[in-house]
């Protein structure tokens, strides 16, 4: 059974994350700024990581080690979270989102390099299908809003792309040591030591609702947001980067995308819908 508890994380983490993704911009829609999400999250990732320790009779890992690698994972998540924020108020959503969405590109890379992950055949080739996936699936027509003046955000994408990439790696390799729950409990520490930095991004000049379609909706959301980065770092304890990272990365938009398709009766582009038929190709080969 441990064998294959990995692609039951997984598969969770995906489905959480897929949700997360079809109502993610609920809150903000409704006058709660994005960076002010960014805080809800952190404390809903208390939770869950009150769970995890439970699980472990609240015994975590003190070391030096551990500490810079469980906090190493969450800076570098969080981190690109809060860099994310600024890098689309700097360029095109259009042109950020493809660049990001190829991290796992890194994470099976330093996989391959540093820790020796091998897959079949047959998987690589869904490695292959996924990471082909991955940008079709975050694709969107240019806007309208003309000429981008400064290319700073270009540098900030790639930061964010390198970010999450190592991220992956970061957690495969601390599950060699470490508990996930204390991976799990570090990253929520880092992501709450970030929060002040998110509210210091936060335009208050603008109307912010308050209410329970503000922030209320926003901890509904974000918890799905936190429970499957709980699974995820399972997924990475049990399984292979160079297969979770890309198969997490390749199905979750997929999900986003059909739930928007059904709520919102939002009709993927062409090549969105290309990416979903890869993607799902890609899931069959690598699971």
């Avoid at 006058?31 to 320790?53: D, I, K, N, R």
């Avoid at 996924?130 to 940008?135: K, S, Y």
């Avoid at 922030?215 to 980067?241: C, D, E, H, W």
Wanted: aromatic share 12%; hydrophobic share 60%; proline share 6%.
């Amino acid at each position: 059974m441990e064998s294959s508890l990995w692609l039951v994380y997984a598969v969770v983490t995906t489905l959480f994350w897929g949700v997360w993704g079809a109502f993610i911009e609920a809150p903000e829609k409704r006058g709660f700024p994005a960076t002010l999400g960014y805080v809800v999250w952190s404390l809903t990732m208390v939770p869950c990581a009150l769970v995890a320790l439970a699980l472990v009779d609240w015994q975590v890992e003190r070391d030096l080690r551990s500490v810079l690698l469980g906090s190493a994972a969450g800076l570098l998540g969080a981190g690109g979270q809060l860099v994310l924020f600024d890098t689309l108020r700097r360029g095109p959503a259009y042109l950020v989102f493809p660049v990001i969405s190829l991290s796992p590109v890194v994470s099976v890379f330093l996989s391959v390099v540093l820790l020796g992950e091998t897959a079949s055949p047959r998987a690589w080739a869904g490695i292959a299908l996924a990471l082909v996936a991955i940008p079709l699936l975050s694709y969107q027509p240019p806007d309208r809003s003309g000429p981008v003046k400064s290319r700073l955000w270009v540098v900030m994408a790639v930061a964010v792309f390198l970010a999450w990439g190592i991220q992956a790696y970061v957690l495969r390799f601390a599950n060699e040591t470490m508990r996930s729950e204390g991976i799990f409990f570090y990253m929520t520490a880092t992501g709450l030591l970030l929060a002040p930095v998110a509210v210091w991004m936060t335009d208050f000049a603008k109307p912010i609702n308050w209410g329970l379609t503000g922030p209320g909706l926003a901890a509904l959301v974000q918890v799905l947001n936190s429970i499957g980065a709980l699974t995820m770092v399972y997924a990475f304890r049990y399984g292979k980067v160079i297969i979770v990272s890309p198969m997490i990365n390749a199905l979750a938009p997929v999900i986003t995308i059909a739930l928007s398709l059904l709520l919102y009766r939002v009709v993927p582009h062409p090549v969105v819908r290309a990416g979903m038929v890869l993607a799902a190709v890609a899931f069959y080969l690598m699971s």
